[in-house]
């Protein structure tokens, strides 16, 4: 764990998870002074220290999706092009969404409902690539095999228009047409893929209040862990697999394999993996070269002055069906090492707009427990 994180104890449905949380910053502002942008804030520093004007994206205007138009006439059509690097935010598309948002008014609260404030989109498994459209858009190919959940036609290729064009999801609500994605487990023994059994995706407050709470914007991407991350992962350590329901041995399990990078788990327990992304936006773009600089954590004083709106804090909490053995597993990101430590995750987001602005209002910022379709009571 890098010097100054804090390890944080969450409990998510029903089960207490040690999280790697990020420093908190230094420099903080409230959400709220950043909500709406007519245009990209223009004091506003692209990651790095330079400003948005050297970015290495094309200049041409933007999609609504964030993407650059390809259009050279009324009449054109053309397909964007998958590509990475800094993809802008649509400032209108943007400011329609959060002005619908903040005129949008909540729905009464049923007695009964529950004060976490979340709201979650429940998944399962759909199909497997070694593609990445975040890290290596347009290479079909180029990636490490990637576990896909969600929406289902999304490859190497695709960009933000292609997930609401194509919604069939394998997650709930239908209103979800994101796309979310983590390497390969295999079964070190006999080098079968093990597949997700249940891949729960939260969207949630990280901090004590929802001050300045916003939706998330449409097209956006990042991602969690490091793939190039190769430690061991034993018992006790942070970023490894842990066993769910408290079985007998908790959570790192009765027992370890052979080389104690993954547990083996009693009871009625089986391995399951938590990730948490991050929860202030830069509020100009969609992706970063690195695809992390967009983004950035807070904490409860507010979000850094260079990320300062405050969206809903993504958490992958996975299940998969098996219960570990002595001979162990590998990640598809780091086969030879044999540990847990390269695991990672990635969101490409796409929701319908009002069903994202209706849930984040209800359930984050008013900090009550919400389910996939509403609240939870």
């Known amino acids: ?14 089960t207490a998870v040690y999280l790697a949380d990020a420093p908190a910053a230094e420099e903080t502002t409230n959400a709220a002074n950043a909500l709406a942008y007519g245009s990209p804030p ?9 400003s948005a004007a050297t970015s290495t994206t094309p200049s041409a205007a933007a999609s609504p999706s964030g993407k650059p138009s390809t ?19 649509d400032p209108a598309a943007w400011k329609a969404q959060a002005d619908a948002y903040k005129a949008m008014k909540t729905d009464p609260v049923p007695a009964g409902v529950g004060n976490l404030p979340e709201f979650r989109a429940d998944c399962q498994y759909s199909h497997r690539r070694p593609d990445d459209p975040i890290v290596a858009p347009g290479l079909p190919g180029a990636s490490h095999m990637h576990s896909f959940v969600g929406n289902k036609g999304v490859d ?13 999801s394998t997650c709930k609500p239908a209103q979800d047409h994101s796309a979310y994605w983590v390497p390969t487990l295999y079964d070190n023994a006999t080098g079968k893929p093990v597949e997700t059994t249940g891949f729960r995706v939260y969207y949630r407050s990280l901090r004590s209040n929802s001050s300045g709470q916003m939706p998330m914007p449409n097209g956006m991407r990042m991602i969690s862990g490091d793939a190039k991350k190769k430690v061991p992962t034993p018992r006790g350590a942070s970023g490894q697999f842990y066993c769910a329901h408290y079985g007998p041995g908790d959570l790192d399990g009765v027992a370890r394999s052979t080389n104690g990078n993954w547990p083996i788990c009693g009871g009625n327990a089986t391995l399951h993996f938590m990730m948490q992304f991050p929860d202030c936006w830069d509020g100009k773009h969609l992706d970063s070269p690195n695809h992390k600089s967009h983004v950035a954590y807070g904490s409860n004083e507010g979000c850094p002055s260079s990320h300062p709106v405050r969206i809903p804090a993504i958490t992958f909490d996975i299940q998969y069906g098996v219960k570990g053995t002595p001979a162990g597993y590998y990640l598809s990101s780091d086969k030879e090492g044999k540990s847990a430590s390269s695991m990672h995750g990635d969101a490409f987001v796409m929701w319908d707009v009002r069903m994202m602005n209706k849930q984040t209002k209800n359930c984050i910022l008013q900090r009550k427990t919400c389910d996939n379709d509403g609240y939870d009571g």
């Open 71 to 89: 259009s050279t006439g009324p009449s054109a059509a053309a397909k964007p092009v998958a590509k990475g690097g800094w993809i802008p935010v």
């Open 42 to 50: 223009s004091g506003l520093a692209a990651p790095g220290g330079s």
């Open 1 to 14: 764990m890098a010097a100054g994180a804090a390890v944080a104890v969450t409990v998510v449905a029903g």
């Open 156 to 168: 190497a290729d695709t960009v933000a228009e292609d997930l609401m064009m194509f919604t069939a």
